[in-house]
């Protein structure tokens, strides 16, 4: 009976090994898991960063495009062709603010619902294309940009 309960020891022991091994693997996956979450939100918020800035500079780059968006602005009507600009690039930049808020939840967008919230009431181009297009995003994102299009 002696060689048997060692026999039982033993097996009691690399099961005990075999559970520690399995715990130590399970960290260490999620180690990398998170690793690799992070990763891909810094490249998400790279790529967002990327997209608003290449926005801005279509703007200050295209003399006619900054041409159209002085009289937006100022409330002077638009041509057609004029209206379609703008309404292009709204729908691009209200993209470019659904993706942040979707993939980057733990992105500071307070200084971004600034200039949202200023483009509500200064382009009303910005207004019209996103009434238009707001039915084509989830409603938590809908609630968000209709908050910011309504705040005083």
Do not use: C
Not at 29 to 58: I, K, P, T
Not at 82 to 89: A, D, I, K, P, Q
């Amino acid at each position: 009976m002696a060689l048997k309960e060692k026999l039982q020891e033993y097996e009691l022991i690399a099961e005990i090994i075999s559970a520690i091994a399995i715990v130590g693997s399970l960290i260490f996956v999620g180690l990398e898991l998170s690793q690799s979450n992070e990763l891909m939100e810094s490249d998400a918020r790279a790529n967002w960063v990327n997209m608003v800035g290449s926005s801005n500079a279509s703007i200050s780059q295209d003399k006619e495009l900054a041409t159209i968006f002085l009289k937006d602005r100022n409330g002077e009507a638009l041509t057609d062709l004029e209206s379609l600009m703008m309404y292009t690039f709204w729908a691009k930049a209200i993209d470019i603010n659904h993706l942040a808020f979707r993939d980057l939840p733990s992105l500071d967008l307070g200084g971004h619902e600034l200039n949202i919230k200023a483009n509500f009431g200064r382009f009303p181009s910005f207004r019209g294309t996103w009434q238009d297009r707001k039915t084509r995003y989830p409603s938590d994102f809908i609630a968000w940009m209709d908050g910011l299009a309504n705040a005083p």
